[in-house]
């Protein structure tokens, strides 16, 4: 059997980076899923790189494997998404998130030709997180003056549907260059004038 056309490469430390992936790879259904530290072949026209952002950056991991790869994947077509919650989120501010900020830096170490970006919006569950993080959490929300809340903004739907984009813009067929008009077919270059002019 042929290979899949798209790899999705994930980094995640509480899983909801791992779920938007899942689904980004059931919106292409044609994808391998990797954990980043689990790549072992890049035989694919679509490379799509996924990591969750802490302390307003992307994951080092993830920086690092874009670094480590940047020969191969340089000849690939390259996706990359974020997966964040803001501080200052809201349901409202979430219907039109567009966080570009923070996904940046993956940008700036992916070395293929990038089609296509999005950042995701992820969820705080205090309850699985480390007591460190909990305790940063706690005390970053207290100087930016914002409460701490569990919230979750996974939103499958949105996911899928990037992935299918995914796919379309790949077997989208190249752009195909229309004949050109003869020297005869050429209209007059300006009014009243042109080549039966002469
Ligand atoms: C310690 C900690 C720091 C975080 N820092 C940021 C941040 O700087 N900016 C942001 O938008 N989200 C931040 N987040 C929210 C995470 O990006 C969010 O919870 C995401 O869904 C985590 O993805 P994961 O479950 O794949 O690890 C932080 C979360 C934690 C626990």
Known sequence: MAGKRALVVYDTKYGSTEQIANWI??????????????????????VVVGCPIYSEMPSPRIIQFLDRNRDVLKNRKIALFTVSVPFDMTPERARRFAGQKDIKPLFDHASGQVIASKAFLGRIDLKE??????????????????????VNYLNRDEAVAWGKKLLETLTKPPDVIPPQPKQSDAPPSFPGGGAENK
């Open 25 to 46: 790879a059931e919106g292409i259904n044609d994808a391998d899923l990797r954990h980043v530290g689990d790549v072992e072949s890049f035989n694919y026209d679509l």
């Open 129 to 150: 997180m480390t007591e460190f993080d909990r305790l940063s959490m706690r005390i970053w929300y207290f100087l930016k003056g914002y409460k701490l809340k569990e």
